[in-house]
């Protein structure tokens, strides 16, 4: 009975604060709406629009409009509409994929530096700074052209070069929570290092970790757009950048082949980024400086 | 003498990142499906097994992991990077003819970013309110979500298609007939406008965010109040006061973010046909030609070794706080 009686009395719990403080923001709730919007199209789009992205329809560089296509055809006269709907599957599930990767391998070096420091941190940061040096882009080239373009080696050659940002951000909670007095009081208590590390360390430290993990599904959503827009991308499937870099010797014929799915990479980026910019207000309320 | 230590510590630091590299990129190498009998084999039309195993022996790919790695990390250490059997050249003589293309854009773009960036960081921190202000957090926020090659596509339609202001692709004029020293300079400065913006647009972004944090920080201090009670002009608090202790956190960044340069630099090469390491390495890929992609992953991690080392040094010179601290 008390448990039913206490969070009423409350005047808020730390999620409806945050829900609130997240809505002051209006550009990210507005943002977050639009974003949403793209991921149910993306999910349900091909049922509701199942032309096949690599049929031939119509006559190509048709102007959007022509015929009831909306956004017009490219160079081999696909749909692209059709291209875009199924692209941004393969967009957003690379982006996402890929992201989830990096933030893992992220917090568990992170975690273990910040949380052994001595040598173990040594190493690790060491091992950090290695892959700061190592230009992103090309050692992902690299990997894919040395083992395949697939779905899956894009992915992983995604989230093996972005997960620095996270490491650092992640030993650096650590070093300093690993301090406190709560963790002073759970080691007392018994705990573990592995529950020290994952069940008290670890919430704590989530919030800055949060906002860059949402960060990072816009910087695996541009990668990827990158990576395909140089043709090392499954070439078995559509994606946004794979739809610009193949057209991009028409443009002076077919502007919007290349116009339109770069506005959808930049509208997805954007309202991740500004979402990004919303869960840190709303996370970190004392960190906001305006 | 200690900061001659200080800079000796660091140089080997980053021979030893240097080797760390090497090391990986013949893992890649060894791990990958394919080796150097089957592209010799392959651009010679297909070679019997008996052929392969002699290749392999001459290699000394028949040699264990350990040993092979060691020769290769002898060999790159004497700038011996391999040869390319698709140009039939050494990787190395490829690699310098395409370099100075690649250092010209990218630094190029790093200074414009640098520059335009921390003029609107001081425009918008000064005013943090104002219109402009908020044209700055509008501009970081496309710098941050447009792809950098659509960018670079869009800027091509506006000022080399639509409104032919700038050529279209390629770093020369090859139509030009025996130019002058002078005419060459400005043909290759009017072919690097649109490239050098494309990428410096992502960065500039980020400059801009940072210088102008770190302005708004630096212009709530104590001592700048103290500038203006002795009376000094706005202008003067501003770039003599402020600015001078705001640029160091975005001169790290810029050291930083070097390595990303050069990975948009791929990019933005391959969007305007610049004839640098980006398009090779993108060629190379596409011909499977390994010691090059090899090659160039070498040589752009030593780019950044070196720009990281060289900001270091600059940071010591503009910092005397960080001399001080690392003594």
């Known amino acids: 009975m008390s448990d039913q009686t206490q969070p009423a009395e409350r005047a808020s719990s730390p999620l409806a604060e945050t829900v609130q403080m997240f809505m002051k923001n209006h550009a990210a709730v507005v943002a977050l709406v639009v974003l949403t919007c793209i991921v149910i199209g993306a999910v349900v789009g091909p049922f509701v629009y199942p032309n096949d992205p690599f049929d031939m329809v119509w006559a190509p560089f048709s102007p959007p409009g022509e015929e009831g296509y909306i956004f017009g055809t490219d160079y081999l006269g696909r749909d692209l509409a059709a291209m875009i709907v199924h692209g941004a599957q393969v967009s957003l599930t690379i982006g996402l994929a890929a992201a989830f990767m990096s933030v893992f391998i992220g917090i568990t070096i992170g975690a273990l530096a910040g949380f052994y420091r001595g040598w173990v941190e040594e190493v690790l940061m060491r091992f950090t700074e290695f892959f700061q040096v190592l230009p992103t882009l090309l050692f992902s080239m690299v990997i894919v052209a040395l083992f395949g373009a697939s779905l899956v080696t894009v992915t992983i050659a995604i989230g093996a070069v972005s997960w620095t940002a996270v490491a650092r951000i992640t030993r650096a909670e650590f070093l300093r929570i690993r301090e406190l007095e709560y963790v002073m009081a759970s080691r007392s208590a018994g705990a573990g290092n592995l529950k020290l590390m994952f069940g008290v360390i670890l919430p704590n430290a989530a919030p800055p970790i949060i906002v860059q993990a949402a960060l990072m599904v816009g910087t695996a959503i541009l990668f990827e757009a990158g990576l395909s827009f140089l043709g090392l991308t499954d070439p078995n499937v559509v994606s946004w950048g794979q739809i610009i870099g193949s057209n991009r010797q028409y443009i002076l014929d077919a502007q919007w082949t290349v116009t339109i799915p770069g506005l959808a990479i930049f509208v997805t980026v954007l309202a991740i980024s500004l979402v990004g910019d919303g869960l840190n207000d709303a996370l970190n309320p004392k960190l906001r400086q305006r | ?327």
Request: with cysteine; proline share 5%.
């Open chain 2, 1 to 327: 003498m200690n900061l001659l230590r200080s800079i000796l510590i660091r140089v080997a630091y980053a021979v030893a990142l240097l080797i760390a590299v090497i090391v990986l990129n013949f893992t890649m190498m060894y791990l990958a499906p394919g080796d150097v009998a089957d592209t010799i084999a392959q651009a010679s039309g297909g070679a019997d097994p008996e052929v392969m195993e002699a290749i392999r022996r001459e290699y000394g790919l028949d040699q264990p992991f350990i040993i092979q790695l060691g020769t290769y990390v002898g060999k790159v250490l004497q700038l011996d990077l391999g040869y390319s059997f698709f140009y039939n050249q050494p990787v190395m003589q490829l690699m310098l003819d395409r370099l100075p293309a690649t250092l010209l854009l990218v630094l190029t773009a790093q200074i414009v970013a640098l520059i335009v960036g921390v003029l609107l960081g001081v425009i918008s921190a000064r005013n943090p309110n104002g219109i402009s202000s908020h044209f700055v957090t509008l501009f970081a926020l496309f710098g941050y979500s447009a792809p950098v090659f659509w960018t670079g596509i869009l800027l091509l339609i506006a000022f080399s298609l639509l409104v032919p202001l700038f050529p279209v692709a390629g770093m020369r004029d090859v139509t030009l007939e025996d130019p002058s020293f002078f005419t060459q300079v400005v043909d290759v400065l009017h072919h690097l406008v649109l490239p050098a913006f494309t990428l410096a647009s992502i960065f500039l972004a980020l400059y801009s965010r940072l210088c102008r944090a770190a302005m708004l920080e630096v212009l709530g201090s104590d001592y700048i109040r103290t500038a203006k009670a002795k009376g000094l002009s706005d202008r003067q608090i501003v770039y003599k006061h402020g600015l001078k202790n705001a640029l160091s956190p975005v001169v790290t960044l810029a050291g930083l973010q070097f390595s990303a340069v050069v990975s948009g630099a791929v990019l933005v090469e391959t969007v305007f046909s610049w004839p640098g390491l980006g398009t090779l390495a993108l060629q190379a890929i596409i011909a499977r030609d390994t010691p090059v992609i090899l090659g160039i992953l070498f040589f752009s991690a030593l780019v950044v070794i070196v720009v990281n080392l060289i900001t270091d040094l600059v940071l010591r010179t503009i910092d005397p706080r960080i001399r001080t601290g690392s003594a």
